[in-house]
């Protein structure tokens, strides 16, 4: 059992399919399928389902998957620092930030920045279907973005979650200011809601919440970035929005205020992932921590 061959067993298990995979490995197929029937042969058991539409992975795939990432985050993590060592070059790494959290991760990135003389630092902001697409095709090496739903193919570090606030614009701040906002407050009231761009996240979440509490729910927008809603209610919007407490910035003008929710409503969780076999603990461990 040799680590090419474990490279790109995962590949497959990340990608979903030997096409797709090959494509990513930049090799034909049929090497790659050759590669795969020898690693079945040698462990003596499938370790896919193959169906048309994916390749899914059996019980005894599930744990060579699991134990190949450890050993080939290991390996990766080893051949970097060595050539670091080597050539004293820095070590070029590429981080994806969802718009969700641009203000919570600040300063994050500037701990990495200080702590971190060796890095050469490249920073992507994009919404979190997108970062996911670019993990899988290794376009960028972790996202800082809400924890996935599904934790395959992922290695997930959550950070403490963040709380959920309200943004009520100034036509009915009066109604709301110095008091705690409950969901039925908001039947009627026009409303801006968070939203990826692709797959289920807060928004669904949120929305499911929405109709279980309010008569008449009024969903106006839908945009995939914080900043934008607090621009659009200095901008004049009136109504109300749901947002991570740490992306909140007090308008200038005095368009909108914040408001408490009067219940504990925890659907903002930030995190730090990298793809299984990629990840390094250079990578996710906080600078504080080391």
């Not at 990766?76 to 203000?103: D, E, F, P, W």
């Not at 200080?114 to 996202?143: C, F, K, T």
């Not at 959550?158 to 705690?180: N, P």
């Not at 947002?243 to 909140?248: A, C, G, T, V």
Request: proline share 5%; charged share 20%.
């Amino acid at each position: 059992m040799d680590l090419k061959r474990l490279q790109y067993f995962c590949s497959i298990a990340e990608q979903g399919s030997i096409s797709k995979a090959a494509r990513l490995l930049n090799i034909a197929q049929p090497p790659l399928s050759k590669r795969l029937q020898e690693l079945e042969e040698e462990i003596g058991s499938p370790l896919f389902i193959r169906s048309p539409r994916k390749m899914q992975l059996t019980e005894a795939g599930t744990f060579l998957y699991r134990q190949a990432c450890t050993i080939l985050s290991r390996v990766n993590s080893l051949k970097r620092q060595t050539i670091m060592i080597a050539t004293r070059k820095k070590h070029v790494v590429n981080i994806g930030i969802s718009y969700l959290y641009l203000r919570y991760f600040n300063q994050m990135l500037l701990d990495y920045y200080h702590n971190r003389p060796d890095w050469d630092i490249n920073v992507v902001v994009s919404d979190s279907s997108h970062l996911e697409e670019m993990l899988i095709g290794q376009a960028i090496d972790i996202a800082l973005m809400q924890s996935p739903a599904d934790k395959q193919p992922w290695f997930v570090r959550e950070l403490e979650a963040v709380d959920t606030i309200a943004v009520i614009s100034a036509h009915y701040a009066a109604m709301f200011a110095g008091k705690a906002l409950h969901f039925t407050d908001l039947s009627g009231v026009p409303l801006i809601l968070l939203h990826r761009i692709g797959g289920e996240g807060t928004y669904e979440i949120l929305r499911n919440k929405l109709y279980e509490k309010i008569e008449q729910v009024n969903i106006s927008i839908k945009v995939s970035e914080p900043k934008l809603i607090l621009e659009m209610m200095e901008q004049g919007f009136a109504g109300a929005a749901f947002i991570p407490r740490s992306e909140f910035v007090p308008s200038p003008q005095g368009k909108y205020i914040s408001c408490p929710l009067a219940e504990s409503f925890a659907i903002y969780k930030p995190a730090m992932v990298t793809l299984s076999t990629t990840q390094d603990r250079q990578l996710w461990a906080l600078p504080a921590e080391e």
